[in-house]
């Protein structure tokens, strides 16, 4: 069997990266106008604090899941061309995560404040525990649509249907924009105008749950014409995707334990902390999720569609891995740099405005920084886990994410609890050390996926000399940005951002571009082909 040659292969990751790229503007701008309206104040923490739970839940019965037990069994049918069974399968698991998602909003909206709130954020109090509940409950319904959403994601990944189904978000996001528009000017002046509004956010949420799974269901139906809604547990495919299921499920659910540990921890940090927490992962989930979740996203169905014996699913995985792994490192090295040594940059052209100024910009820094020790390893784990998830086995990232997360526990409460005191700092800074230990343990846990599945399929791998070489070029970018700085100062900083970040990036393509780096010339190549079109 003839496969593409890995230059061929990635138009569906910039496909999902256009659609990422197009629903995290619209994100930037909804977190921009709730710095603006919120700040760091109690609001602030409660409202980050509450969507912590629908997006939990989400992201255990959503797209995570699915990505690794649902797309491989279906993509495969597709691939082999029985579209009644691949209709039974879809119908089924979309049932049963309908049926599994109400029970659990139900549950939730009635236990919110005796199990959910000491779970979350266990270090408010008084009008902020009280807010928070008020905000975790209204959310909620949101929930069971959200799954519904990443099931229509599934289908549409499994028929090459990429933007749509990352660009969706984009509907939540306009409805989340207009409200902070329409009702933030009013709201956030008066003394119990920010719960108010926060209230209203939070109903914001759900109408745009409803409007993100609206847009996509006509395309999910006009591609899968063979979907036959019921449980149908009985049919062996179907028991497959649910057997493949629970270790992927506690898999997300020990990676999530780390997110909200992170937030635990925050809550003791002092008031605007778990607010601050959210606003920097606003930004370091982004080329994670530009780089790392598109390509991981477009080669999955690929990989799980591969066909032949152990021999050539091994050398096909191999090809496309390398592949995948380059592209990546490529865009996430500068990525990292950005953060370490440009933050106040990156973060002040998108937040500082309104009730976040140059101080908070200053913190929110620190938390960047602390994000760029794990962000490559994060990213090219993902593609990694993926890999592993196409071979049908979810058990082996679940022990290294299990390890991750005790890692990052561990490391936190020594970084954000105990080190800015034993070194003479303001105890908020130790955000920082919530961001830093996490990447540490990114690193650990991608070592051992990499020795792990090279010892399965054969030798994987980024080359050494080739990250060191995009490091050298983002490095000499970083100080051409770090010039504009001096020259323009940081009075105006989305003026700054505006010259001092293309500039970056600019030098960093041309950089790469010189020393023979092959994914800036393929860029190029693109950027061409684009105006030439325009």
Not at 407 to 420: H, K, Q, S
Request: proline share 4%.
């Amino acid at each position: 069997m003839s496969h593409p040659a890995p230059r061929q292969r990635g138009g569906g990751a910039a496909l999902v990266a256009a659609g990422i790229l197009l629903s995290r503007i619209f994100g930037l701008v909804r977190n921009r106008l709730m710095g603006h309206f919120f700040g760091v104040g109690l609001a602030a923490d409660a409202l980050t604090a509450a969507f912590r739970v629908p997006n939990f839940l989400q992201n255990l019965f959503g797209e995570g899941v699915l990505s690794a037990s649902f797309i491989p069994v279906y993509a495969r049918l597709l691939a082999e061309g029985d579209e009644c069974e691949s209709g039974r399968v879809a119908g089924a698991i979309g049932s049963l995560l309908v049926l599994t998602s109400t029970v659990l909003v139900l549950v939730g909206i009635v236990l919110t404040p005796y199990a959910l709130i000491p779970l979350i954020a266990p270090g408010f109090t008084g009008e902020q525990r009280e807010l928070t509940i008020r905000l975790v409950q209204i959310a909620f319904p949101g929930v069971g649509l959200l799954v519904l959403s990443a099931w229509a994601l599934g289908i549409l990944n499994s028929h090459r249907r990429f933007f749509l189904s990352y660009a969706s978000p984009v509907a939540m996001n306009l409805v989340m924009i207009g409200v902070l528009l329409w009702r933030g000017p009013d709201l956030s002046t008066s003394l119990a105008g920010p719960a108010e509004l926060a209230t209203w956010l939070a109903w914001a949420s759900v109408a745009g749950s409803a409007l993100q799974v609206a847009v996509q269901m006509p395309t999910v139906l006009r591609v899968e014409r063979r979907l036959r809604v019921g449980l149908a547990t009985g049919d062996p495919h179907v028991r497959t995707v649910l057997h493949n299921f629970w270790p992927v499920f506690l898999g997300r659910g020990v990676v999530q334990i780390s997110s909200y540990a992170d937030q635990i921890i925050a809550s003791f940090l002092g008031l605007g902390a778990v607010a601050m927490l959210g606003y920097v992962q606003v930004i370091a989930i982004l080329p994670v999720s530009l780089f790392g979740m598109s390509v991981s996203a477009a080669e999955l169905p690929a990989m799980s569609g591969t066909l032949g014996d152990d021999a050539e699913v091994s050398r096909v995985l191999r090809q496309r891995l390398h592949d995948g792994l380059h592209r990546i490192a490529f865009y996430v090295v500068p990525s990292a740099v950005a953060f370490l040594a440009l933050g106040d940059i990156v973060g002040g052209a998108i937040y500082q405005t309104g009730k976040l100024g140059r101080t908070e910009t200053v913190w929110l820094w620190s938390g960047l920084a602390g994000s760029a020790v794990g962000l490559l390893a994060g990213t090219l784990g993902r593609l990694y886990a993926s890999t592993w998830y196409a071979l049908r086995d979810t058990r082996t990232p679940l022990r290294y994410a299990t390890l991750r997360v005790a890692i990052t526990v561990v490391l936190g409460v020594i970084a954000a609890l105990r080190l800015p005191g034993w070194i003479g700092i303001d105890s908020k800074w130790g955000v920082a050390g919530l961001t830093a230990s996490a990447g540490v343990a990114a690193w650990v846990e991608f070592f051992l996926l990499r020795r792990s599945l090279s010892r399965r399929i054969g030798a994987t791998g980024v080359d050494a000399a080739y990250i060191a070489r995009l490091w050298a070029a983002a490095a000499l970018a970083a100080l051409f940005a770090f010039g504009v700085k001096l020259w323009l100062g940081t009075e105006r900083p989305v003026v700054l951002g505006v010259v001092a970040l293309p500039l970056y990036g600019a030098v960093y393509f041309g950089a790469t571009a010189m020393i023979g780096i092959e994914e800036a010339r393929a860029f190029a190549g693109r950027l061409r082909r684009l105006l030439g079109r325009a």
